[in-house]
């Protein structure tokens, strides 16, 4: 329960020291109903990496989720990744993977996520910014249907950033 979301009458819980079979802390987030606290369904890292900590941050918009996992190995050593997913026919499918597009090891790029309609800001705070080591940094994704897919827009930093100053430990928005 480090992470949690409402998802129109159901929660979304993110347990992101969840461990499967041979790898720890790979992490699992549950869709619980709201009126009766039941499992209604386990999303999983379809990776499923020790450490990944899938589930870390999340967040939700109609019947989509993001889901932060800050220590994921995709573009470095516990870079980060953020997995898209949405609930159509019933079903829930994996949409696409995430990465900052100019992540490296350590930047635990999904430590923190915000969702708005088709925009999602997801936070690298451990992101060295012109040499300013843990400055951090935010990626801004929009939804394009063009694009079949989310494509990182902007990144968002601390005009007066300083090293370990961490910027988007936590974010939040709405409409603009």
């Known amino acids: 329960g480090s992470s949690l979301a409402a998802l129109g009458p159901n929660i979304v819980v993110g347990a992101p020291f969840h461990d499967v079979p041979g790898a720890i802390n790979t992490g699992v987030v549950y869709v619980l109903s709201g009126s009766t606290g039941g499992l209604l369904r386990t999303l999983a890292n379809p990776t499923a990496n020790p450490g990944d900590e899938f589930g870390f941050a999340l967040a939700t918009v109609g019947s989509k989720v993001v889901v932060g996992a800050p220590f994921d190995d995709t573009a470095g050593t516990d870079a980060g990744a953020v997995y898209v997913f949405d609930k159509s026919v019933g079903s829930w499918h994996q949409r696409q993977k995430l990465v900052g597009k100019n992540g490296i090891a350590g930047d635990a790029f999904g430590a923190a996520v915000a969702l708005h309609d088709d925009v999602a800001l997801v936070a690298a705070p451990n992101a060295?910014?012109?040499?300013?080591?843990?400055?951090?940094?935010?990626?801004?994704?929009?939804?394009?249907?063009?694009?079949?897919?989310?494509?990182?827009t902007q990144l968002l930093v601390a005009s007066d950033g300083v090293r370990f100053g961490t910027f988007g430990t936590a974010v939040a928005f709405h409409g603009e």
């Open 128 to 152: 060295t910014v012109d040499g300013n080591l843990w400055q951090g940094a935010v990626h801004v994704f929009v939804r394009r249907a063009a694009a079949r897919g989310w494509v990182e």
